[in-house]
């Protein structure tokens, strides 16, 4: 099964640690070879912006996401042969 990260990028999310987030969630895709296997996009403002920065992943919404805890959640989220 291919990996999905949408990553809010409406002004909310984005200026509250997205644009962060989306630096950290590169860079962690890329030190494990995996950037090709894992569809990353970005998204419009998805109407949850009280509860952002938001990212998806997997199907799944979470909230709230800043640099400490992105790559703890890619770790549990993604599926990886
Ligand atoms: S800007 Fe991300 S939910 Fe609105």
Redesign the pocket.
Known sequence: MENSIKI???????SRG?QENLEHIERYLSERQIDCSVDLRGS??????S????VEINGQIHGGVNADTIEQLLDQQLILQ
Do not use: D, F, K
Request: glycine share 16%; with cysteine; net charge negative.
């Open positions: 809010c990028m409406g002004s909310s999310c984005y997205n419009r403002c998805e109407g949850l912006c509860e952002g920065p938001i």
